[in-house]
């Protein structure tokens, strides 16, 4: 993204289309379908969803678990 790799542990956010809420993502590595993955933080995991991480221009790294674990909350 923008130059950018984008690595397991990674928080992004996607970037909406129009009015869409900025849902903040953790990127990692599901070895049962070998792909990347997201899934949503901040909020009730019962209620967090998970979906492929596509290539997109959406996609905005804002930081990682390692360096920044306050974005986890």
Known sequence: KNGKEIYEGDIIQVVP???????????????????FRKKVIGKNPSIGYESPLAPTRNNKIIGNIYENPD???
Not at 17 to 35: K, L, Q, S, T
């Open 17 to 35: 289309n129009g009015n869409e809420p900025r849902e903040i993502f953790e990127v990692y590595f599901d070895e049962a379908i070998g792909c």
């Open 71 to 73: 974005l986890l909350k």
